[in-house]
């Protein structure tokens, strides 16, 4: 069974709209992540939050916020979608902090036409 | 600021060589180093991690040295095979609360 779901696995959106990545963990752990990567940037840290609390934010725009409704849940929302939003976003996971272990999900492909 | 550095982007060896993928790092906190391994449309996955001098870590055939005396935690194994054809970061943690990975090096094997 899947650790962490990531849903959709495949996402089309048109320029300007907004859409919810959603990310759920069923390892136990206190803290969650995002990360972006695309052709431009390997790999990218975005946010990471612990006990539902935002400890970094890397992400220079706003149009990016993370949504932590539950303990093992982070969604994460986009807005005004643009073309170079376009990636796929990593959601992970790890016991408390980043010096432990980082699980990361499948993946969902974002492309924005 | 706090960065790492991965200088190659590509490498291309023929399986049953050895390699080194170069990871140095900058920081003023004490380091925590990793290194994640991402196959093809996989997500990636933790290889090695330390934070200890001078000591080796290995984990399937590959391992690293953190030498703070040289900033860098350099991937190695001594043989590689076409299965570990992949994309390598190298990723610091610094400050127990901020993260920053390398831009990654592609690794293909070749038969």
């Known amino acids: 069974d899947p650790k962490i779901i990531q849903k959709p696995k495949y996402l089309v959106a048109v320029t300007g709209s907004e859409k919810i990545l959603i990310c759920e963990q069923y390892?136990?752990?206190?803290?969650m992540y995002w990360y972006r990567q695309s052709a431009k940037k390997p790999l990218e840290f975005m946010f990471s939050?612990?006990?539902?609390?935002?400890?970094d934010n890397q992400t220079a725009s706003s149009r990016f916020q993370p949504q932590s409704s539950k303990k093992n849940h982070l969604d994460l929302q986009i807005t005004a979608l643009k073309p170079d939003d376009s990636a796929t976003y990593f959601c992970?996971?790890?016991?408390?902090?980043?010096?432990?272990?980082?699980?990361f999900g499948p993946g969902t492909r974002l492309l924005v036409l | 600021g706090d960065s790492v550095t991965q200088t190659e982007g590509l490498v291309t060896l023929t399986k049953g060589l050895p390699v080194m993928l170069n990871c140095t790092y900058q920081?003023?906190?004490?380091?925590?180093l990793f290194w994640y391994v991402q196959h093809l449309n996989e997500a990636p996955k933790l290889l090695l991690k330390?934070?200890?001098?001078?000591k080796r870590t290995e984990h399937q055939g590959f391992y690293a040295t953190l030498h703070k005396s040289s900033s860098s935690f350099h991937l190695q194994k001594s043989s590689v095979q076409l299965s570990d054809s992949a994309l390598y970061f190298c990723?610091?943690?610094?400050?127990?609360?901020?993260?920053?990975f390398g831009a990654g090096t592609k690794l293909t094997i070749k038969p």
């Open positions: 992970a996971s790890s016991q408390v902090g980043y010096q432990d272990t980082q699980y």
């Open positions: 390892l136990g752990h206190n803290a």
């Open positions: 939050y612990s006990y539902q609390k935002l400890m």
């Open positions: 920081t003023t906190y004490s380091p925590f």
């Open positions: 330390s934070s200890t001098d001078n």
């Open positions: 990723a610091l943690i610094y400050g127990n609360e901020k993260i920053t």
